[in-house]
Every structure is written in structure tokens, then in C-alpha cells.
């Protein structure tokens, strides 16, 4: 049984008679069997459940066939706004078709260790902070100062609705870290993805010797139902109707459209892309490669896959830094390919109690990231790169929406899985083509690629679900 909403709207208040108890036949339980299933089933009813205060708390268990899936949502205003979201169950549930479909009842995400407390506070102090601030344009620092205020309110809102739960769903820790082979080598531009065909997976084995076997060649699972596949001995999780090319995404751009209709068949009504950009904590914590280190910004070696297999009506997600100079390179390259901004969402990163896990008004590490949301239409005569345009809580004075989405960070360059947010601004939510660039995980329907494709689909990643409970 599934509650089901319209899109951002508040979800039906609770009712007992929603969470009926499951009617097994007398003649297959044990009268003691049927009590421990029902006070089972009770307290992952009671898990899940918040008694609002006053407004409604956005929070679904879904049960059908033996599953036990949850929305990621889990607290939402009516104008959806602000919403608070379980970053694994974001990922986990992006795992299946459809949100009120069985999550094939065997396996739940693992994630990193929640910060308990904020970060350990490195901000400069004193004159050292007086003198950066100094450096810092007025417009830039309106902006930063605007989306505090969001936060602030957004949070409040967020700590009045749910009262003292913790601020996300139980997590499983991975157990301990896995080197996994999921990864190829950066080559120089010019080098394209290999010839070979592409390579359609079973649904029951699917083996190979290396990683260098399916690098560069399109792998696809059509099957409605999860597979797997098994590569230098590691096995990995493939979603339902996924397709993906392990490669890095500079070798998919070659430069010209027939090369790229080699490689994206058709064209996509949403394109979402996490690009490697300079950032100071990812360099000195080497996590992965820059755009710094790399001979050609990623960023610009994938524009042309939305000049050429963009829909009309498409949507593009980008997500960006805080670094100013980072978002005039986004809005002025996508107005060149005539692409609008037209909604803003904010990533809040909080602790387990709600708390900011660095200092909201830090100059060197903020706590939030920001994903950028452009279609085509007319263009916004704004300077959006430093927000002196600010209007109110949630939206711009030329028409740019804002939204506030509150997770407690998993591991480190993890994001929010945001196909159920995402999916009620397309013009077809049941039925759409999807492609995500610099992919770090896989989405069930979805089209992915980059050169860590596979990363968070690693079986240490994912647990049985009896581990949980």
C-alpha cells in the first residue's frame, strides 16, 4: 500500500486504518507467529511515522510484496519550498522504476558515518576575516547573506514541524572500506570511447574478467527487474532499464554530432551533471581529479552533448560551487546554448540534529551546494552570478525559483539522489529519457556516464535488508 500525493503537495494526514495489519491464514502462522509479524510490522510503521505539529510531516512507508520502501522525503511545506530528504534512501529508491513500486525486497543502502556534530571550525577569524571579507564583492556577499536567510527560516520551519527526531532515516555504516576497480583511467581529449558493441547484461550471470571489457562501450539492463555484473571479482549492482558508459566524459565529445549519436542514440528530456570542479577541500583530500588537474575543463567538453541531445522542452540540473567565478561560467555557457535559469535549489548540509555542519556564515567552507535548473525560453535580464536580484524567501524578482533541500550528508561527494523531486517538472514524468553526466551511481531508466559510474553500485555499498531491523 502506497499514499500517493500530487507533486509538492503536503501528503494525506495520518490515519490508523491506512497501516491495516497484514491477514495471514490461520493455517500458516502459528497464533505466536502472527503476534510477531504484527508487532513487527507495527514498529516499522511507528519508525516511520511523526506526529505533525500543525502542519503535515511528509513521511510514507510503502508496502507491497514483502517490501519495505521508504519515500526519501520527510518533511515537506505545501509549497514544497523546503524539504527535508534521507540522502541514501534518495539513492536507494532511485534504485527502482517507480517510487510505489517493490524494492525487490532483499537490499538497502549503506552509508557513511553521519556527522553526530559539525565539522571541526577552520574559518579565519579576527583581522584575517575582516581583511577577505573586504575582498569578497558586495554583490557576491548579498547573495551569500540572502541565502542565509533562507536557511535560517527554512531550518526553523524544518526543527518546529518535526519536533526532537533525528533529521534522517536509520543508516547502515559501509562495514569497511572496499578498493573497487569501478573506475577507468582520464585519458587526453581526442581519445574516443571504444568501438565495440554495445553489451546487453542477463538477468541471471553476467561475468567479466576486467573492468577493461565493458570501458567505453554502452551496457544496458532492459530488464524491468535489478540484475548484476561481476568485473575484477567485484560485483555490482545494475538498476532496472539503466544504461552506462564507464568512460571518462571527455572521450564521449569528440566534437561532432554523428560521433555522439554513436554513442547517445536518442536525445533526453532531462540532463543532470555533477562536474569536478577546483575545489579546496576535494584537492587536498585528493578524492578525485579536478578540473584543475585536468588538461581541459570537463565542464566545456560536455557542452556539446546539450547542444545536440536536448529536447526542446528538456531540463538541465547542474550542480555548481560556491565560487562565483564557477557560476558566471555555467549561466553565461548555457545562455549561449539559449538556456535560461529558471529555478535554484539549495543543498543544506546538517548534522543528525538539524545542525549546520559548518558555520553558515563561513568564507572557506560553507555548508550548502547548489544546483542550477535551466530550460529554454526567454531570457532573464538579472545578474544571477550575484544574486543582487534577491526578492524574497523563495523566489527572485525576475521569476527564478528557489528551493531548499535539507539532508545530512553520506559520503564525501555524494549527492541526493533527486528523481522524485525532479520528475513533477518534466513535461512527462511517467515517460522520459534521462542522462546523467559524471555520474557516481546508477538510477533505474536513466542513461549514465563518467569514469566512476559504477562507484556507489559496488555490493559494499548495499546490505541485506535483514541487517537493518
Known amino acids: ?19 491495516p495489519l497484514p491477514k495471514f491464514p490461520a493455517s500458516t502462522f502459528s497464533v505466536h507467529m502472527y503476534k510477531w509479524c504484527a508487532l513487527r510490522y507495527i514498529s516499522l510503521t511507528a519508525l516511520t511515522y511523526v506526529q505533525p505539529r500543525g502542519v503535515d510531516v511528509r513521511v510514507t512507508l510503502t508496502s507491497e510484496a514483502g517490501s519495505r520502501m521508504l519515500t526519501s522525503v520527510i518533511y515537506q511545506n505545501v509549497t514544497g519550498t523546503t524539504t527535508l530528504l534521507d540522502l541514501p534512501v534518495s539513492i536507494q529508491n532511485g534504485q527502482c522504476l517507480q517510487r510505489n513500486e517493490p524494492n525487490q525486497g532483499v537490499t538497502r543502502i549503506r ?9 571541526p571550525n577552520v574559518e579565519p577569524k579576527g583581522l584575517k576575516r575582516r581583511k577577505l571579507l573586504h575582498g569578497i564583492p558586495p554583490a557576491e556577499r548579498e547573495y551569500h547573506e540572502n541565502l542565509r536567510a533562507l536557511i535560517y527560516e527554512s531550518l526553523e520551519e524544518i526543527r518546529s514541524a518535526i519536533g526532537p527526531r533525528k533529521w534522517l532515516f536509520p543508516r547502515q555504516p559501509v562495514k569497511s572500506p572496499v578498493e573497487s576497480h569501478a573506475h577507468v583511467r582520464e585519458e587526453a581529449k581526442g581519445e574516443e570511447t571504444s568501438s565495440g558493441p554495445p553489451i546487453i547484461l542477463s538477468s541471471i550471470s553476467n561475468i567479466f574478467t576486467s573492468m577493461e571489457e565493458i570501458a567505453g562501450r554502452i551496457v544496458s539492463n532492459p530488464s524491468s527487474l535489478c540484475t548484476s555484473l561481476v568485473a575484477d571479482s567485484d560485483l555490482y549492482r545494475v538498476p532496472p532499464r539503466s544504461t552506462f558508459i564507464l568512460s571518462g566524459v571527455e572521450q564521449l565529445c569528440p566534437g561532432t554530432r554523428a560521433s555522439t549519436n554513436r554513442i547517445f542514440p536518442r536525445d533526453f528530456d532531462l540532463i543532470v551533471m555533477d562536474p569536478p570542479w577546483q575545489n579546496r577541500s576535494v584537492r587536498h583530500a585528493k ?15 560536455v557542452l ?10 528538456g531540463l538541465v540540473g547542474i550542480w555548481v560551487t560556491n565560487k562565483a567565478s564557477i557560476r558566471r561560467l555555467v549561466l553565461h555557457s548555457l545562455r549561449e546554448k539559449g538556456l535560461q535559469l529558471y529555478e535554484e535549489w539549495v543543498w543544506m548540509k546538517t548534522t543528525v540534529d538539524g545542525e549546520s555542519v559548518t558555520p553558515l556564515d563561513g568564507l572557506w567552507r560553507r555548508p550548502y551546494e ?5 530550460r529554454k525560453g526567454p531570457d532573464h535580464k538579472f545578474d544571477v552570478a550575484a544574486g543582487s ?21 553520506g559520503h564525501h561527494s555524494q549527492k541526493p539522489c533527486l528523481k522524485e523531486l525532479i520528475e513533477p517538472l518534466l513535461v512527462d514524468p511517467n515517460k522520459y529519457d534521462a542522462l546523467e553526466i559524471f555520474a557516481r551511481n546508477l538510477t533505474a531508466g536513466w542513461f549514465a556516464c563518467g569514469n566512476e559510474v559504477l562507484k556507489f553500485n559496488h555490493q559494499s555499498h548495499w546490505a541485506r535488508t535483514n541487517e537493518y531491523w
Open 1 to 19: 500500500m502506497c499514499l500517493s500525493r500530487a507533486p509538492y503537495a503536503p501528503y494525506a494526514p495520518y490515519a490508523p486504518q491506512q497501516f
Open 370 to 374: 547548489v544546483l542550477l535548473l535551466f
Open 111 to 119: 552509508s557513511a558515518d553521519c556527522p553526530k556534530k559539525p565539522y
Open 304 to 313: 556539446p552533448i546539450l547542444h545536440s541531445h536536448l529536447r526542446p522542452d
Open 389 to 409: 536580484q534577491w526578492a524574497g524567501s523563495s523566489t527572485w524578482a525576475t521569476g527564478v525559483h528557489r528551493r531548499l533541500l535539507v539532508a545530512v550528508p
Open 287 to 301: 578524492a578525485y581529479r579536478t578540473s584543475q588537474a585536468r588538461r581541459e575543463d570537463p565542464f566545456l567538453s
